[in-house]
């Protein structure tokens, strides 16, 4: 006898088939449970994708939350495209970079070489960002416009110094923010990062050049100050470019974040909203504009006639027997009724949704006078002046972000110019003890001196900063170089340095387009020269 029919002749066949209900029962109810863990699963699911424009993934170990790469990733793309799609927000970026480099910026070194022993580092400093190539990448006006728009859409830039070993020369590209995967830091600092993973596709044409074939290259960047004693060729099998390091700019960036967060990521919501209630406004309008007629009668016949007297007045379309202009027409009889909505104590017009303008403003720290280019029914002058100054002062914190760039940038670029063999600048290096990074010393005791020059942003203060100038100047206590330059600077010329050369001699030395010559001996007689060198 088999097992199973042991079984069944001792507990019966009905205790079996007990048994095997409760089985059926079990099994149905954990396929129901299985089924509601999917549910709840998908409806997690929906969740994280209904924050997918916040992206908020919590740091292990940190304690600190941040949008994640793929969030900061897609918070990108929408605000590259509403940049290109939605006025305000296009307006927006648009006022934010040409508040800060419309005006121009000067960027030279104290070292001009006109002094005894001393090198020309401004020659260096003018060839580099006078390079046509850089020019075209961060120094031109093309570049500046695309970099601060990338702080509106990315809030992220990457600037990658391209080094020639022999010469020194460097030459600046920037790095697509979708490019940048990770960046890894100090474990012992977060705050200092030491390398950039690049990720990014390239198609080229195959061998016989008949097709184009994808490959995904990955590569690692050093960050700018990141000088360790040994440097590995790979990390995880990939390169490590050594003489590309990168500068990283971020903006809106809170503690412990790696990554900066666009300007216009904040307006985003409340663009769409106002977008949204233009379109709703512009429906109402078109509704209101066309007339609905009434025509009551006691008889259907009559009302036919006036039906056919209201179409008279107007166009009727040939293909739906519509009029044309007055809308439509309704004819009911005595006991029924056809009215408008009533618009008494409504608002309709498009002000509106100023307030909803405001927000995008406040957003992208513009006032909204200028975002809209309207004062508004209470605008005026006084209270146009009174919201641009906290703009003026946003602007100028931007400045000094780039200010502080170009510096570094410049910094590494001399620093080349010594290290390198056939570098164009004379010096040494040395290891810094406390921040263990190499530092410059140039060769003459050369000033390392880097000035960024921003032109005023309020033009209404020129006035006032060149009769400061001229007050400064009765003092006698400022050098006339000194003057010159802050007066080139007040008045907005372009090229500072080249006015400057005009100015001086070749050691630098003043010398006064309005005095004659027997004054300048006598002034070089008196400060110890040979009155005959002047003459």
């Given at each position: 006898?088999?097992?199973?029919?042991?079984?069944?002749?001792?507990?019966?066949?009905?205790?079996?088939?007990?048994?095997?209900a409760?089985h059926n029962e079990?099994?149905?109810?954990?396929?129901?449970?299985?089924?509601?863990s999917?549910?709840?699963?998908?409806?997690?699911?929906d969740?994280?994708?209904?924050l997918?424009?916040r992206?908020?993934?919590r740091?292990t170990?940190?304690?600190?939350?941040?949008?994640?790469?793929?969030?900061?990733?897609?918070?990108?793309?929408?605000?590259?495209i509403?940049?290109?799609?939605?006025?305000?927000?296009k307006?927006?970026l648009?006022?934010?970079?040409?508040?800060?480099?419309?005006?121009?910026?000067q960027?030279s070194?104290?070292?001009?070489?006109?002094?005894?022993?001393?090198?020309?580092v401004?020659?260096?400093?003018?060839?580099?960002?006078?390079?046509?190539?850089?020019?075209?990448?961060?120094?031109?006006?093309?570049?500046?416009?695309?970099?601060?728009?990338?702080?509106?859409?990315?809030?992220n830039?990457?600037?990658?110094?391209?080094?020639?070993?022999?010469?020194?020369?460097?030459?600046?590209?920037?790095?697509?923010?979708?490019?940048i995967?990770?960046i890894?830091?100090?474990?012992?600092?977060?705050?200092?990062?030491?390398?950039?993973k690049?990720?990014?596709?390239q198609?080229?044409?195959?061998?016989?050049?008949l097709?184009?074939?994808t490959?995904?290259?990955?590569?690692?960047?050093?960050?700018?100050?990141y000088?360790?004693r040994?440097?590995q060729?790979?990390?995880?099998?990939?390169?490590?470019?050594?003489?590309?390091?990168?500068y990283?700019?971020?903006?809106?960036?809170?503690?412990?974040w790696?990554?900066?967060?666009?300007?216009?990521?904040?307006?985003?919501a409340w663009?769409?909203?106002?977008?949204?209630?233009?379109e709703?406004w512009?429906?109402l309008?078109?509704?209101?504009?066309?007339f609905?007629?009434?025509?009551?009668?006691?008889?259907?016949?009559?009302?036919q006639?006036?039906?056919?007297?209201?179409?008279?007045?107007?166009?009727?379309?040939?293909?739906?027997?519509?009029?044309?202009?007055?809308?439509?027409?309704?004819v009911?009889t005595?006991?029924?009724?056809?009215?408008?909505?009533?618009?008494?104590?409504?608002?309709?017009?498009s002000?509106?949704?100023?307030?909803?303008?405001?927000?995008i403003?406040?957003?992208?720290?513009?006032?909204?006078?200028?975002?809209l280019?309207?004062?508004?029914?209470?605008?005026?002058?006084?209270?146009?002046?009174?919201?641009?100054?906290?703009?003026?002062l946003?602007?100028k914190?931007?400045?000094?972000?780039?200010?502080?760039?170009?510096?570094?940038?410049?910094?590494y670029v001399?620093?080349?110019?010594?290290?390198?063999?056939?570098?164009?600048?004379?010096?040494?290096?040395?290891?810094d003890?406390?921040t263990?990074?190499n530092?410059?010393?140039?060769a003459?005791?050369?000033?390392l001196t880097?000035?960024?020059d921003?032109?005023?942003?309020?033009?209404?203060?020129?006035?006032?900063?060149?009769?400061a100038?001229?007050?400064a100047?009765g003092?006698?206590?400022?050098?006339?170089?000194?003057?010159?330059?802050?007066?080139?600077?007040a008045?907005?010329?372009?090229?500072?340095?080249?006015?400057?050369d005009?100015?001086?001699?070749?050691?630098?030395?003043?010398l006064?387009?309005?005095?004659n010559?027997?004054?300048?001996?006598?002034d070089?007689?008196?400060?110890?020269q040979?009155?005959?060198?002047?003459?």
């Amino acid at each position: 006898m088999s097992v199973v029919d042991t079984v069944l002749n001792r507990v019966g066949l009905s205790r079996v088939t007990e048994v095997a209900a409760k089985h059926n029962e079990l099994a149905a109810r954990l396929g129901q449970v299985l089924n509601n863990s999917e549910v709840m699963s998908e409806s997690m699911a929906d969740l994280e994708l209904a924050l997918e424009d916040r992206g908020w993934e919590r740091l292990t170990g940190t304690g600190n939350e941040q949008f994640s790469r793929n969030g900061l990733g897609r918070a990108s793309a929408l605000a590259r495209i509403m940049a290109v799609a939605n006025p305000l927000i296009k307006q927006g970026l648009n006022v934010r970079q040409a508040y800060i480099f419309g005006g121009g910026v000067q960027v030279s070194a104290t070292a001009n070489g006109e002094t005894d022993g001393q090198q020309d580092v401004n020659a260096l400093i003018q060839e580099f960002w006078n390079d046509p190539s850089n020019r075209a990448s961060l120094s031109g006006d093309q570049a500046q416009e695309e970099l601060e728009r990338a702080h509106g859409t990315d809030g992220n830039t990457f600037l990658a110094c391209f080094t020639t070993p022999r010469t020194g020369r460097v030459q600046i590209r920037s790095i697509p923010f979708a490019e940048i995967a990770e960046i890894i830091s100090n474990p012992d600092d977060r705050d200092e990062p030491w390398f950039y993973k690049r990720q990014w596709t390239q198609r080229s044409l195959t061998a016989d050049g008949l097709k184009t074939q994808t490959t995904i290259n990955v590569a690692y960047y050093p960050d700018l100050r990141y000088q360790p004693r040994t440097r590995q060729a790979t990390i995880d099998g990939h390169t490590v470019m050594w003489t590309a390091p990168i500068y990283h700019t971020s903006v809106n960036r809170l503690d412990g974040w790696q990554f900066g967060i666009g300007d216009a990521f904040a307006a985003l919501a409340w663009a769409r909203a106002y977008k949204e209630f233009l379109e709703d406004w512009a429906t109402l309008i078109k509704s209101l504009s066309r007339f609905a007629w009434k025509a009551t009668s006691n008889k259907k016949s009559k009302a036919q006639a006036q039906r056919d007297k209201i179409r008279s007045y107007n166009p009727v379309d040939p293909n739906t027997g519509r009029s044309i202009d007055s809308g439509g027409t309704v004819v009911m009889t005595d006991d029924q009724n056809f009215e408008a909505i009533p618009k008494s104590g409504a608002t309709i017009d498009s002000e509106s949704g100023r307030p909803l303008a405001s927000m995008i403003a406040a957003a992208l720290g513009i006032p909204v006078t200028v975002l809209l280019g309207d004062p508004g029914i209470s605008g005026n002058r006084a209270t146009a002046e009174t919201l641009d100054k906290p703009m003026a002062l946003g602007m100028k914190q931007r400045r000094s972000l780039w200010s502080e760039a170009y510096r570094a940038i410049c910094q590494y670029v001399i620093e080349q110019a010594v290290v390198a063999p056939q570098g164009k600048l004379q010096g040494s290096t040395i290891l810094d003890p406390f921040t263990r990074r190499n530092m410059v010393v140039l060769a003459g005791d050369t000033d390392l001196t880097i000035n960024v020059d921003w032109p005023d942003l309020e033009d209404e203060n020129v006035k006032e900063r060149v009769d400061a100038i001229v007050a400064a100047d009765g003092t006698r206590k400022v050098p006339p170089t000194t003057i010159a330059r802050l007066l080139l600077q007040a008045l907005g010329v372009q090229n500072v340095d080249d006015v400057m050369d005009e100015l001086t001699d070749d050691q630098g030395n003043w010398l006064d387009p309005f005095m004659n010559a027997g004054q300048a001996a006598i002034d070089a007689f008196r400060t110890g020269q040979d009155p005959a060198s002047v003459l």
